[in-house]
């Protein structure tokens, strides 16, 4: 298929769970260094003919009413607005840089300062914009695990500000962060009413039931409106492979409580399911379809998982191995079942591989000094690499590559063959994720080139 651009916005970007960002840049589609894109919109070219469905509408000029008396806001994060005879009801509230633009959006509708906000969970894309729309006697419901969840991000401030500039291919005006220490319990905390299974209020009629759902994070949670027959879903489905392990880094993301969470949405048998991501799927029918092949498709990966860990496979052998059978097959342009099986695999086994040399500090680049000379020297190595660049075996061009600069950090053709691979890898990708760390590894490599 050719080509087709996926323009995410600057505020999906700068999501990254709401880890203390300063100013940024975005990363261009063809270029992704810093600063050479549109700062409104970032692209990335998809071989998949696909639009990832996580985008944001910025021309959005009203709000989408999905049935009466419920309104959203798109972006990366949705901001949804229930209005009810006696005040109305704020889930999710997406982040600071939307937050405004969606309260606008909302407010047309109804600028009543809201009753309640509820946080499907505490990333920065749900969460950003609670101070914009809170109001003095507003009560803000959250799952009490995220408490320790804001605390874990706030500790890791600097961990994640290294790791989202290079994933997102930001440029962060910060102090150096190598040696912050913000502290281990010093985020602050919006929620000021928090629960453990299930809350439930009535406000102008209806009745809303929030209910414990862990999946993307342990604080996720659920809304139902029974009277509505609508269930708001946060993170639990959107369009793509679930990110049950992202590259950025997080604790572990269970799939057995993935699939618990939507058995339990199952059962309610809604007529409409609302996500924080994309569009509301409409229809019974539809949504049972729709959360029974995410389930299905979240328990063959782990269940293939076990099995292999089981008979004594390594996880890079099930990450090749391990392949969603046709009639589960999701789209795979925010999480990946690689991924996840490797998530899977280490969630619960932890990192070590079984191997005793694991054991002992044995730095990467050891055996390559030896490797690489007995191979005839770093040009030697490189040159075996082009040969294989050449006959689009990339993967171990890369590792040669990456050999050759793990012994030799200044190998300016080292640094260019990997550039090459990277830059093509970059092009074909159509996961949004992996294309984010691949134009981080182009910027490594023209920024060693041009030293």
Request: charged content about 15%; glycine content about 4%.
């Given at each position: 298929m050719g080509d087709h651009i996926v323009k995410i916005t600057l505020a999906a970007i700068l999501a990254l769970s709401a880890l203390g960002l300063g100013s940024t840049q975005a990363a261009a589609q063809d270029d992704p260094a810093p600063g050479s894109g549109d700062l409104d919109t970032v692209s990335i070219k998809s071989a998949s003919g696909d639009t990832l469905s996580l985008q944001q509408k910025s021309t959005q000029t009203e709000a989408l009413k999905i049935t009466d008396g419920i309104y959203q806001a798109t972006g990366f994060g949705n901001s949804f607005l229930v209005v009810t005879d006696e005040g109305n009801v704020v889930i999710d509230t997406s982040l600071p840089q939307n937050a405004a633009g969606h309260k606008k959006?909302?407010?047309?509708?109804?600028?009543?300062?809201?009753?309640?906000?509820?946080?499907?969970?505490?990333?920065?894309d749900h969460v950003g914009g609670i101070p914009l729309w809170r109001g003095k006697d507003t009560q803000v419901i959250a799952q009490e695990n995220s408490v320790e969840f804001l605390h874990y991000q706030k500790r890791l401030s600097g961990f994640f500000a290294l790791r989202n500039s290079a994933q997102f291919g930001l440029d962060i005006a910060r102090p150096d962060v190598g040696d912050a220490y913000p502290g281990n319990f010093e985020a602050d905390i919006p929620a000021t009413i928090l629960f453990d299974d299930k809350y439930e209020f009535k406000l102008g009629g209806l009745t809303f039931v929030v209910e414990s759902a862990p999946a993307e994070t342990l604080d996720a949670l659920t809304v139902w409106i029974p009277e509505k027959s609508t269930v708001f879903v946060g993170d639990l489905i959107y369009e793509s492979f679930p990110n049950i392990y992202t590259l950025r880094g997080t604790k572990p993301r269970w799939a057995l409580d993935y699939a618990q969470s939507i058995d339990d949405v199952l059962l309610l048998n809604a007529e409409i399911m609302i996500p924080s991501h994309g569009e509301a799927i409409k229809g019974t029918d539809a949504v049972r379809e729709a959360l029974t092949k995410y389930r299905d498709a979240i328990l063959y990966v782990h269940d293939a998982t076990v099995a292999g860990m089981n008979a004594g496979k390594d996880v890079h052998s099930l990450m090749e191995e391990i392949k969603l059978p046709p009639e589960l097959a999701l789209p795979e342009q925010y999480g990946t079942v690689k991924w996840t099986v490797r998530g899977i695999y280490d969630g619960y086994a932890g990192w070590f591989d079984g191997n005793p040399s694991s054991i002992l500090s044995i730095k990467p680049n050891a055996s390559n000094i030896s490797l690489v000379k007995m191979a005839g020297g770093p040009d030697a190595v490189v040159t075996q690499a082009e040969a294989l660049f050449g006959k689009g075996d990339d993967l171990s061009a890369l590792s040669l590559a990456e050999s050759v600069l793990s012994v030799d950090p200044k190998h300016k053709p080292a640094w260019a063959v990997r550039l090459k691979i990277l830059q093509k890898l970059h092009k074909a990708s159509a996961n949004f994720n992996e294309a984010g760390w691949l134009g981080y590894g182009i910027r490594q490599s023209k920024k060693?080139?041009?030293e």
């Open positions: 959006l909302l407010d047309a509708v109804s600028n009543k300062v809201p009753e309640y906000i509820i946080a499907t969970h505490a990333h920065g060693a080139l041009a």
